[in-house]
């Protein structure tokens, strides 16, 4: 079995690889710009506002000594400081503030949203993740989009069983 990029390639049987092309794709999304809202970390309810968080900060370094001046005397924020054994220092924040921006989406504690209340977009298109084809056809109606996405089940075990 082949992967590119941790996709499975579609092959035949016989080990060709089928073209995407013949395929079809069904989606349902919810994009952030239209159907979520930016939220604070206290309506967001996160972790590092209602505990409380620390920064591990390594001030050997430059970037550590930027970071270190930066929340001392520019960032304003609440917290207490000691020093490890191993010469670290960890800045502990209160609860009940808000966190700061990270580079790194999976650390950053200030971009938080909330889904708004509005129907996902139901789409098809042709090809698969390899190729797109066409312009994305769009549902006002999942009922719709179900139904189109069953008849095409339908086509497919039909051709299935026809060899």
């Known amino acids: 079995m082949q992967t590119v990029n941790g996709h499975i390639v579609p092959t035949t049987r016989d080990g060709r690889v089928i073209p995407p092309t013949v395929f ?10 239209t159907h979520w809202r ?8 996160c972790d590092a506002y209602l505990l ?25 924020k609440r917290f207490a400081e000691h020093r490890t054994d191993a010469g670290i220092t960890v ?7 808000e966190g ?6 999976s650390e950053d504690h200030s971009q938080h949203y909330l889904p708004l209340e509005r129907e996902p977009v139901y789409s098809e298109r042709g090809g698969d993740w390899r190729m ?3 312009t994305p056809r769009t ?25």
């Not at 079809?24 to 994009?31: N, R, S, V």
């Not at 930016?38 to 309810?45: D, F, L, N, Q, S």
Request: net charge neutral.
């Open 132 to 134: 797109r084809i066409g």
């Open 38 to 45: 930016k939220v604070t970390c206290a309506e967001y309810e």
């Open 52 to 76: 409380g968080w620390e920064s591990h900060i390594d001030e050997s370094t430059e970037l550590g000594q930027r970071q270190a001046y930066y929340i001392r005397s520019v960032c304003g």
């Open 139 to 163: 549902y006002n109606r999942a009922d719709d989009w179900v139904d189109s996405f069953a008849n095409h089940q339908d086509r497919l075990a039909e051709t299935f069983r026809r060899g």
């Open 100 to 105: 700061f921006a990270s580079r790194k989406a």
């Open 91 to 97: 800045f502990a924040f209160e609860a009940g503030q």
């Open 24 to 33: 079809k794709t069904y989606q349902i999304a919810a994009p952030l710009r």
